[in-house]
């Protein structure tokens, strides 16, 4: 009975705001047109269709709200006017009761919260749809008194979520089955894709995990501070971690005024997002500035300070290799490579012609050089690739979703601390090196240190594999050994090779990178 309440509910939110109407004249049949007029007869349904989608929901509730957010991310499959009002998205949610979070808490630890911490804010500090943070005190193994930022889920939300998804599962059915463009939207793979990104966010032991693997990884940049996660008071629904002091980076004025160098920020900015990407394939990708301040202690002056790893973006080893030629490639105007990488990475049918591609995307990204990001929009030109991509039947992978929304991110904090930043100077070195580095000699030697132990494991056990052998073997022992030896020689002659091989291709690297730090730029 509740899902049918909730069922009717949604119908009513979605008339009241006119989406059956935007629905009906989303297809091309004159007679539903006609329909569409009919509905709407004696409602007001003057405002733009995203403000009106982006308002049905907010009504609907925090879950629709995080649908929205997420749908905002895929430009390939919204037009441009939906997704700009999709992306203003906010959680707009009031906190829930102190004395429900405190009881998570000591149901979570099977404690007084008075004996876990020295002191606790009963009074929120922030409060979101998943979520919501009190500031603490609290006593580490050490016994010192560190400042603390405790993280509850908000009561009741699997149920909420799974009662949604439901709804959403079945009107997704709805669309696919309605017409071809219903099915070019792929509504049951995006449904699919929110109900992995919500069941993930609302793990917090997920998300501790994520904040201390980033926190490594940026250990020796000195450009971000992350905030270190106390094992002992984290579980799936309570989260505790280092409490951050710094000032919210949209915050320009103050930050100019206490000495922050803005356009210094905006670079490192840029630096970062490169680094994870592509030195770690690991990235925070929920980087819009609520989750971003800047630290003004003497200590660590003008750094970041990266907060909320709820949504972070994996890579793996191909992904950061052909994102990074696609990269280097755009950066030189090589636009053949890029349709060649493209066809190569099988997003496109191999048939397309290599200069038809080649042409669309020459009349996308040519405009948009050498300009500050004040004078474009990365959106639009990701928008107008994403049409030409429509039109070569380009196939956008899943797992670089979560990269252009974060790519967005950091243009839209670019623009925010210095719009004369050029984002392509600025990543033109660091994308440089990190291709040296895959194709040079420390490339080599990492991968031969990374198979050392199987080497030194497998070279001890070469005589008892070679007396197994012999024991076991059915023809006559001598023609086996002779056998053996034969393929001894082989084998000495092959190690010869590559050793020899192996010299000449690092000689000829070590010439090739003095050819790349010359020509190829």
Avoid at 231 to 249: A, F, K, S
Avoid at 395 to 418: A, C, F, H, M, Y
Wanted: with cysteine; hydrophobic share 45%.
């Amino acid at each position: 009975m509740t899902r049918l309440f909730r069922g009717v509910f949604i119908v009513w939110m979605l008339l009241r705001f006119g989406l059956d109407e935007l629905f009906l004249t989303s297809f091309q049949k004159p007679w539903l047109h006609a329909l569409a007029r009919m509905v709407s007869i004696g409602r007001k349904l003057d405002a733009p269709r995203g403000q009106r989608i982006r308002e049905a929901l907010e009504s609907l509730g925090p879950i629709f709200v995080k649908f929205g957010q997420v749908l905002s991310t895929r430009r390939d499959l919204l037009p441009l006017d939906i997704a700009d009002e999709l992306a203003r998205l906010q959680d707009r949610v009031p906190p829930f009761d102190s004395d429900v979070a405190i009881a998570s808490i000591e149901r979570a630890f099977n404690k007084k919260v008075g004996d876990i911490f020295v002191s606790f804010e009963r009074v929120p500090v922030a409060s979101a749809s998943i979520a919501q943070v009190h500031f603490a005190v609290l006593k580490d193994r050490d016994g010192r008194e560190r400042e603390v930022a405790v993280k509850v889920l908000r009561p009741g939300m699997m149920l909420a979520i799974e009662k949604d998804l439901s709804l959403m599962r079945m009107m997704a059915g709805w669309v696919d089955g309605l017409s071809a463009g219903g099915k070019r939207l792929k509504p049951r793979e995006v449904v699919a894709e929110f109900d992995k990104y919500l069941h993930d966010e609302l793990d917090l032991i997920r998300e501790a995990s994520s904040a201390a693997q980033l926190r490594r990884n940026m250990a020796g940049l000195n450009l971000v501070l992350i905030p270190e996660m106390f094992w002992d008071y984290c579980t799936t629904d309570v989260l505790v971690m280092e409490r951050m002091h710094g000032v919210p980076v949209s915050q320009v004025d103050r930050l100019k005024a206490a000495g922050v160098d803005i356009p210094k920020l905006a670079r490192d900015g840029v630096t970062i997002f490169f680094t994870q990407v592509f030195r770690d394939g690991f990235f925070h990708a929920d980087m819009h500035p609520g989750n971003i301040q800047v630290s003004i202690d003497p200590a660590t002056f003008g750094r970041y300070i990266s907060l909320d790893f709820g949504i972070v973006g994996t890579l793996t080893g191909s992904d950061k290799e052909y994102l990074a030629q696609n990269f280097t490639a755009f950066f030189r105007r090589d636009y053949k490579r890029v349709a060649e990488l493209h066809i190569e990475s099988g997003w496109v049918p191999p048939a397309t012609r290599v200069d038809e591609l080649e042409s669309a995307i020459r009349s996308v990204c040519e405009p948009y050089f050498d300009r500050p990001l004040k004078d474009f929009s990365l959106g639009i030109v990701l928008m107008r690739l994403f049409q030409t991509s429509r039109r070569f039947h380009v196939e956008i992978q899943p797992q670089l979703v979560l990269l252009q929304k974060t790519l967005l991110n950091i243009e839209g904090l670019g623009r925010q601390l210095d719009p004369d930043l050029d984002l392509w100077s600025t990543a033109k070195p660091f994308l440089e090196k990190w291709m040296i580095d895959q194709v040079g000699p420390k490339m080599l030697i990492d991968q031969l240190r990374n198979e050392a132990p199987l080497y030194a494991k497998l070279i001890p056990e070469l005589p008892r594999l070679l007396v197994d052998f012999l024991k076991h073997s059915k023809s006559d022992p001598r023609g086996a050994l002779d056998a053996l030896l034969v393929e001894q020689k082989r084998t000495n002659r092959l190690l010869q090779a590559f050793l020899y091989g192996t010299l000449g291709f690092v000689l000829g690297l070590l010439v090739m990178q003095l050819i790349v730090r010359v020509r190829i730029f």
